[in-house]
């Protein structure tokens, strides 16, 4: 089982509707979670830090975190194109290094 | 404040040859990691440095190398390149504390024929 899991999509969404994306983790120990945003052929950019149970919300987007499930989401609203990118998903066991997902595929269309 | 600094934002490079990258984190920060990015292979962590010292270390081969400044700027070395290291690399840094985020540079992209 990898540490982080992504399912790689591409996740294809209507233009103003929510993007849903979803990361499991393997280990339990994991304490802090990270939403990072990748366009093509630039470097991850950091969109959402979550480190407690439950939601956090940031303009359009909120991050949901579930330690016993062992999932953390992103959840985008009123997606717009622009939003199109890859999400990586980072989750650090507390060795100061985060583990990162192979990242999920964004599309938004007009 | 400044972000994260990469030069050279671009390489090209011959088989066999090696290569420095340089990396300056933001004012403050303490930690700089280097990852290496590939289509096929995602985000691999290569090493990261903390006060002058290699905190962590992925799972790279020898020829793949790095040091920390005393003003926290890193560079790092690979040398006798082979065709597989193509790549974007990326420098991160952050304050040092555990369960701090990175904040990525722009990545060097690397080109080896």
New interface residues.
Partial sequence: QKEVEQNSGPLSVPEGAIASLNCTYSDRGSQSFFWYRQYSGKSPELIMSIYSNGDKEDGRFTAQLNKASQYVSLLIRDSQPSDSATYLCAVNKGSYIPTFGRGTSLIVHP | KAGVTQTPRYLIKTRGQQVTLSCSPISGHR?V?WYQQTPGQ??Q?LF?Y?SETQ??KGNFPGRFSGRQFSNSRSEMNVSTLELGDSA?Y?CAS?P?R??S???????TRLTVT
């Fill in positions: 930690s990691s995602g985000l962590f990261e903390f905190r962590n974007l990326l952050t040092g555990d369960g985020p990175l904040h990525f540079g722009n990545g």
